[in-house]
């Protein structure tokens, strides 16, 4: 399955969208301590978004975070690698995504498609990912498998056999996914065709499945020389949460990733960076199959990891405060008061090592259209730069972001992937264990001046979707 930036919110890890969410006290917050099976009220200045989560780093630069969860004896396990669409070379678009395929081929000692079936045997569940910063794996097992699949993990880290015989055949699955998701999906091909003039130099306008054309030419000596320059344990992070302690993940690292060679190679990814953008652009596709036109805008926006101090959390209040759910400006306005749209909301997506983007999205209710749809996004816009925000509005989105939060750390998966996600993307552990306290202390001015910033429209793509003329005739 292929991970990537999205106007869907389920991609915002930080703030899971629920539909049960209620507003928090901005003196205290209720933290999900379930990890200890209890609740606790945490004074603001001592908050933590988890308590108990503890880390090291193996000889070989692997880094470990371990996160307790001691309410049933069940752990997801994770392997990170700071590798991802973004990283691939000129011509090779889709590389990464094909390798994590492949690395369910066979090694030197499992066969071909055994790997799975050796998780599932052991009552577990398994998968795999790629984004454009980042490629994961996991597995979700009982406590007392974590020895086994960290040793399947381990020994495809290096010891992965690629031919001809496996290779070719999944890269026609590869091309199938490409035709059912992508080729077949006019909202993604939307999507792709936006983000490819959205980035003037940057890859993320490439997308995370490749070109088809180019999938169509990669090759066993591709994958393998992407393999060997990027999977190593100095390139990943093992990430395990639920009924273990750190003393016994770091027992287990050692024993099966700590023989594992340091990689002398790796290097710092450096990658094209984005010029100024100077020019608004619009993208419209038709097609016969769309029911509801659609609205969307993007606007280049940096990321956690490169804005400055402060704006990740104001973009982040932003996104929700004026399209973040049915309390925010969008819904109240354009659904609820005028009756101009069927859906309309915003998001922030900032979990990237590079840049990020505000994106907002609407679809028109019957008798409105998607031009007039688009006025009256511009509309609100506009009263937002020039009128501001309240404090009430800002308290009121912050509460509802801290309170997604917890309600998405209950999960244990959930929970493990944010910290990959952002580790992957140049964060830290304590990044996100500050990430609540940076979210209260953002305040109206601090909003405003990030509305005022990188909501210019010099610095977007617009997108419609609609139906195609001659299916209308």
Request: aromatic content about 8%; glycine content about 8%.
């Amino acid at each position: 399955m292929v991970f990537k930036r999205t106007g869907c919110n389920d991609m915002k890890l930080w703030s899971a969208m629920s539909a049960g969410a209620v507003a928090r006290s901005a003196a205290f917050f209720v933290i999900a301590l379930a990890l200890s099976g209890s609740l606790a009220i945490v004074p603001a200045s001592a908050r933590k978004l988890v308590e108990g989560v503890g880390t090291f780093e193996l000889e070989n630069g692997m880094q470990a975070v371990v996160i307790p969860d001691h309410r049933a004896p069940v752990v997801t396990h994770m392997v990170w690698y700071r590798v991802g669409s973004a990283d691939e070379l000129p011509g090779e678009s889709g590389i990464a995504h094909f390798l994590e395929h492949l690395l369910f081929q066979g090694t030197e000692t499992i066969p071909p498609g055994e790997f799975s079936k050796i998780i599932a045997r052991n009552g577990g569940q398994d998968n795999a990912f790629t984004s454009y910063d980042y490629t994961g794996y996991y597995q979700r097992v009982a406590r007392d498998r974590l020895d086994l699949v960290m040793g399947l993990e381990a020994d495809r880290m290096i010891n992965i056999v690629l031919r001809d015989e496996e290779v070719l055949p999944e890269r026609d699955v590869v091309i199938e996914e490409r035709r059912s998701r992508t080729d077949n999906n006019p909202g993604r091909r939307l999507g792709e065709q936006m983000d490819a003039v959205f980035y003037l130099s940057h890859p993320y306008g490439t997308p995370i499945i490749g070109w088809k054309h180019e999938i169509e030419e990669l090759n066993t000596e591709q994958a393998a020389a992407f393999y060997e320059k990027f999977y190593a344990p100095n390139n990943a992070i093992l990430i395990v949460a639920g009924d273990v302690t750190v003393d016994e993940v770091r027992a287990l690292a050692e024993k099966h990733y700590g023989p594992i060679a340091y990689n002398p190679d790796i290097r710092q990814r450096r990658r094209s960076q984005e010029p100024p953008h100077q020019a608004a652009r619009r993208v419209t596709l038709r097609d016969a199959r769309v029911t509801t036109s659609q609205f969307r805008r993007q606007y280049l926006t940096p990321s956690y990891r490169t804005a400055e101090p402060g704006e990740g959390p104001a973009l982040e209040v932003l996104g929700q405060l004026f399209g973040g759910g049915s309390t925010s400006r969008l819904y109240r306005e354009l659904i609820i008061k005028r009756r101009l749209a069927v859906s309309a909301g915003a998001w922030f997506y900032g979990d990237s090592l590079d840049s990020g983007s505000v994106g907002l999205y609407g679809a028109p209710a019957p008798g409105t259209n998607v031009e007039e749809l688009e006025a009256a996004f511009d509309e609100m816009i506009a009263d937002l730069l020039e009128n501001g925000v309240s404090a009430e509005e800002v308290e009121h989105a912050k509460n509802i972001l801290i309170a997604d939060t917890i309600y998405a750390i209950d999960s244990q998966s959930r929970l493990a992937r944010i910290f990959g996600v952002a580790l992957t993307s140049g964060q830290s552990v304590e990044d996100v264990q500050e990430w609540p306290n940076r979210v209260e202390a953002v305040t109206a001015a601090e909003v405003e001046a990030v509305a005022g910033k990188y909501l210019r429209i010099e610095a977007s793509v617009t997108g419609l979707l609609l139906k195609s003329e001659e299916a209308s005739q």
